[in-house]
T-cell receptor, first 115, second 115 residues
Framework: NAGVTQTPKFRVLKTGQSMTLLCAQD?????MYWYRQDPGMGLRLIHY???????AKGEVPDGYNVSRLKKQNFLLGLESAAPSQTSVYFC??????????????FGPGTRLTVL | AQTVTQSQPEMSVQEAETVTLSCTYD???????LFWYKQPPSRQMILVIR??????QNATENRFSVNFQKAAKSFSLKISDSQLGDAAMYFC????????????FGTGTRLQVFP
C-alpha cells in the first residue's frame, strides 16, 4: 500500500494562474481532508469530504474548490492563485466509521509558492 | 467552537534530559480525542501519542507521556531521555469522537535538542 500520496510535491505559480493538487489514498477511506500549514499558524482545515461525491467547507475555504468524484481521490483546486495561498498543503484521510477511533494518515505535503 | 493553544513557540532541551510541552484547549464537548503530532524537517506528520477524553489514565508511548487534566483542559507532553532525533515541530490537536474526524491544531512548538 502506498498510503496517502500527494501530487505534485513542489510547485511555483504566478499570480492568477490555476492549478489542481491531487491527493490519492489506497486504503478505501471514506473521509479525506485538505489542510494548509503556515508559519506560526499550525494546520488549518480548508475543505473536507465524508464520502465520494460529497464536500464541505472547513475553516479557511475561500479561494479554493474541491472535488471527490472517485473515493480514492480528493482534488484541491486554485482557480486564480494569490500570494496569500503560498503555503504547504497536507492531505489527510481516515476510515470514517462513526464513534470508533480511526487512525488518520497524512500525505507528505505539497509546497506551493505563488509569486 | 473548539480551540487549541500552544503557548510555547520554542523550547530547548539537553540530550538525555526531560522536557514538557504545554497545550490547552477549549471545548464544551465531553467526548473527544487529543493528540500530539511530530513534524520533523521532512514535513511528514507523525502521530506521537493519543489520549481519549473518557480515559482518566494518562497515555504513554515509550519515552513520551502526557499529563491530561480534563477539568483544566490541559494536555501536556513529556519527553524523557531526550534524543537528537526528537528535534522537530510538535503540534497538539483535538478531535471530536464522532462526526467527521476533523482535526483542530495548535500553532506548534519547535523543540531543539542540544548535545
Amino acid at each position: 500500500n502506498a498510503g496517502v500520496t500527494q501530487t505534485p510535491k513542489f510547485r511555483v505559480l504566478k499570480t492568477g494562474q490555476s492549478m489542481t493538487l491531487l491527493c490519492a489514498q489506497d486504503m478505501n477511506h471514506e473521509y479525506m481532508y485538505w489542510y494548509r500549514q503556515d508559519p506560526g499558524m499550525g494546520l488549518r482545515l480548508i475543505h473536507y469530504s465524508v464520502g465520494e461525491g460529497t464536500t464541505a467547507k472547513g475553516e479557511v475555504p475561500d479561494g479554493y474548490n474541491v472535488s471527490r468524484l472517485k473515493k480514492q481521490n480528493f482534488l484541491l483546486g486554485l482557480e486564480s492563485a494569490a500570494p496569500s495561498q503560498t503555503s504547504v498543503y497536507f492531505c489527510d484521510s481516515s476510515r470514517g466509521l462513526d464513534r470508533i477511533y480511526n487512525e488518520q494518515f497524512f500525505g507528505p505535503g505539497t509546497r506551493l509558492t505563488v509569486l | 467552537a473548539q480551540t487549541v493553544t500552544q503557548s510555547q513557540p520554542e523550547m530547548s532541551v539537553q540530550e538525555a534530559e526531560t522536557v514538557t510541552l504545554s497545550c490547552t484547549y477549549d471545548t464544551s464537548e465531553s467526548d473527544y480525542y487529543l493528540f500530539w503530532y511530530k513534524q520533523p524537517p521532512s514535513r511528514q506528520m507523525i502521530l506521537v501519542i493519543r489520549q481519549e477524553a473518557y480515559k482518566q489514565q494518562n497515555a504513554t508511548e515509550n519515552r513520551f507521556s502526557v499529563n491530561f487534566q480534563k477539568a483544566a483542559k490541559s494536555f501536556s507532553l513529556k519527553i524523557s531521555d531526550s534524543q537528537l532525533g526528537d528535534a522537530a515541530m510538535y503540534f497538539c490537536a483535538y478531535r471530536l469522537d464522532r462526526g467527521t474526524d476533523k482535526l483542530i491544531f495548535g500553532t506548534g512548538t519547535r523543540l531543539q535538542v542540544f548535545p
